[in-house]
């Protein structure tokens, strides 16, 4: 994706402020994880997983929040 043809750091090189540059690696590394978690949807499981525990939520809801989730996608053949 992105990587193949630069690096997620150098995509944002066209924004020439020094003052922007904590947002541009910020914006890379955001962009970086949000493209793994496309292409390994265990990551983003494990990220929402880490976010409910991070809330809060009991450890039966957060089960059936994901059986749920696993029988939408059964059902919507995604």
Known sequence: MLNRCCGYRTAFSFILSPKAEPFKLWLAKTASERLDGLQ???????????????????????????????????????
């Open 40 to 78: 390994d949807s265990e990551i983003t499981s494990d990220k929402a997983l880490e976010q409910y525990l991070q809330l809060d939520y009991s450890k039966n809801w957060i089960n059936q929040r994901f059986k749920s989730i696993e029988i939408r996608n059964e059902l919507t053949d995604e």
